[in-house]
């Protein structure tokens, strides 16, 4: 069996009461004494600690990095402005979806933020397909941590200021103590927050220095998991996969304008035909939904979806309870004539049906700052 790998602040984790679970082949937090549903609570109230350590920092550097970068994912990486950030995906030849992440212009080159579970195969990707004359460098020498929560903001405020500056998915790049700490404003809770990129060897001072105040509480995965849900945002795996295309997804507006039928440089990116058919054609394939059931026992990933005429309709792919909705959440792909908001539906659970209901997403108002 092979070992797993600890991110640099595994020590302080362990310090503040953490339990570990397996994840992408690292040990991480699941959770701490206060337990995941009072860690999402906090976090919704106040501020969260998150070592997201374990996700996949890399550099792309070479005058054509944004074009190169166009053939792999149909994002608008060439119009993406310095000191901007923005959501990607790659796609393959048959129309899915490689992996999510998120890329910064950094000025003099792009940093990638990938997916823990798909980090290698991402890094193969980027090198066999950018060409040798792009550098492709994972940054597996930095930390990366997610403060999030209404609280966030304050407590920046004290510990590295200059970053409140940033608008909803912004990036800067500061000094502190020394140590270059990247800034992006964004996160994966529906909540305001910065992530922050800082050298390994200075993470568990940092992390220190934010655990000082008062509002902000470590938070482990088991947290993460359903502050995202709450926020309708995807888990690749779970809600997105290389079987699942981004208009079933409902993530066209993750492909430029510019990289669709007619756009100044359309296409050119793996599975393009398909995509842009499915824009355009808006055919009957499934469509991700969320869904709220009553009562409090989750339904979870994998349950099948029955119309009220007994019809298999979908199936569940992320399923939680909602501790800030009081009621259990759900994401799931549907046939579109029962995608409606409002319809009902039936997930078998242990051998019955249990009434859902078709229901907006996110399922909790967002709180990104744009100013």
């Not at 998915?169 to 992006?184: A, K, L, N, P, T």
Request: hydrophobic share 40%.
């Amino acid at each position: 069996m092979c070992s797993l790998k600890r991110t640099a602040l595994y020590d302080l984790h362990r310090e503040l009461g953490a339990k570990f679970v397996p994840f992408a082949g690292y040990d991480m937090p699941v959770q701490y004494p206060m337990g995941v549903k009072g860690e999402h609570l906090h976090t919704r109230a106040q501020c969260g600690l998150f070592d997201v350590s374990h996700m996949g920092q890399v550099e792309v550097r070479g005058e054509q990095a944004a074009e190169r970068l166009e053939t792999l994912a149909p994002a608008n990486f060439v119009g993406l402005a310095e000191g901007h950030q923005r959501y990607a995906f790659f796609t393959t030849e048959e129309g899915g979806i490689y992996d999510d992440f998120m890329t910064v212009n950094a000025g003099d080159h792009l940093y990638l933020v990938v997916n823990a579970a798909c980090k290698e195969q991402d890094l193969a990707l980027l090198r066999t397909g950018l060409g040798g004359d792009v550098e492709v460098t994972l940054r597996d020498d930095r930390a990366l941590l997610a403060l999030q929560g209404p609280a966030a903001h304050a407590v920046m405020l004290k510990v590295l200021p200059e970053a409140t500056q940033l608008l909803f998915m912004q990036h800067g790049r500061y000094q502190h103590e020394g140590h270059d700490i990247w800034v992006s404003r964004s996160g994966y809770t529906g909540e305001d927050g910065f992530e922050l990129s800082l050298p390994n060897e200075y993470a568990e001072r940092f992390a220190r220095l934010l655990l000082e105040h008062p509002e902000v509480e470590p938070i482990g995965l088991g947290a993460r998991d359903s502050l995202r849900l709450e926020a309708g945002l995807c888990l690749y795996g779970n809600d997105i996969t290389q079987t699942t295309d981004p208009v079933a997804a409902d993530l066209i507006w993750a492909i430029g304008k510019a990289r669709r039928q007619g756009g100044e440089r359309e296409a050119g990116f793996p599975g393009a035909n398909v995509i842009v058919s499915r824009l355009i054609e808006r055919d009957d394939a499934r469509r991700r939904v969320g869904l709220i059931a009553e009562g409090r026992a989750p339904v979870r990933e994998g349950t099948v979806l029955f119309s009220a005429d007994h019809h298999e309709v979908g199936k569940v792919t992320s399923g939680t309870f909602g501790p800030s909705v009081g009621k259990p959440i759900m994401m799931a792909y549907v046939d579109p004539g029962e995608a409606a908001l409002g319809t009902q539906l039936f997930a078998e659970v242990r051998g019955k049906r249990l009434p859902v209901q078709v229901s907006q997403m996110p399922f909790v108002t967002t709180h990104y700052y744009r100013g």
